[in-house]
T-cell receptor, first 112, second 115 residues
């Protein structure tokens, strides 16, 4: 299973764009990159997933370079309610990897 | 997406006792997982609950301590046996469809405090 490395914490202000980068040097060919968000006292929530290039949904964008050894979660115009822990995971689709391993995550603190 | 509920939401228990946590899903799912999250820490996978067979445990977790049942495709239980204060944690269940394990839906968690 590919191990991921993220910054432990990040600070931002309301209205700013936040980019959280994750390193996954040992990513396998069939691994997807998935990001989860966890608020205090709640279970993690799926945010976005990608395999290569760029993926965008109503919450965030995910940028993946050609070598796929890293990825960047981009949160546009954050608000106080985006304060949470963000986890980057890599895992295989199609049953090749039958579990997810959570890393340390990044605690994003958004200030007014 | 799936809606997952857990019971109890929290409990305070005495050491040496056992607690069974229930996880209910609003639809049939192929894969169910149990995680532990200690205060301020990341999630640690305990086991994969397999329907109709024994659970698959991760390193450091054993069936005698964390017996798991999965009688059908919408329900699972995790028992924390012979509890000690070190078992104080949040226990979460999650579900996924086979072939999409990277997309999991989590329950709200059960907060356990062992005195």
């Amino acid at each position: 299973l590919a191990k991921t490395t993220q910054p432990i914490s990040m600070d931002s202000y309301e209205g700013q764009e936040v980019n959280i980068t994750c390193s996954h040097n040992n990513i396998a060919t069939n691994d997807y990159i998935t990001w989860y968000q966890q608020f205090p006292s709640q279970g993690p929530r799926f945010i976005i997933q990608g395999y290569k290039t760029k993926v965008t949904n109503e919450v965030a964008s995910l940028f993946i370079p050609a070598d796929r050894k890293s990825s960047t979660l981009s949160l546009p115009r954050v608000s106080l309610s985006d304060t949470a822990v963000y986890y980057c995971l890599v895992g295989g689709r199609g049953g090749a990897t039958n579990k997810l391993i959570f890393g340390t995550g990044t605690l994003l603190a958004v200030q007014p | 997406s799936a809606v997952i509920s857990q019971k109890p939401s929290r409990d305070i228990c005495q050491r040496g006792t056992s607690l069974t946590i229930q996880c209910q899903v609003d639809s049939q799912v192929t894969m169910m997982f149990w995680y532990r999250q200690q205060p301020g820490q990341s999630l640690t996978l305990i086991a994969t609950a397999n329907q109709g067979s024994e659970a698959t445990y991760e390193s450091g977790f054993v069936i005698d301590k964390f017996p798991i049942s999965r009688p059908n495709l919408t329900f699972s239980t995790l028992t924390v046996s012979n509890m000690s204060p070190e078992d104080s944690s949040i226990y979460l269940c999650s579900v996924a469809d086979r072939g999409s394990v990277e997309t999991q839906y989590f329950g709200p968690g059960t907060r356990l405090l062992v005195l």
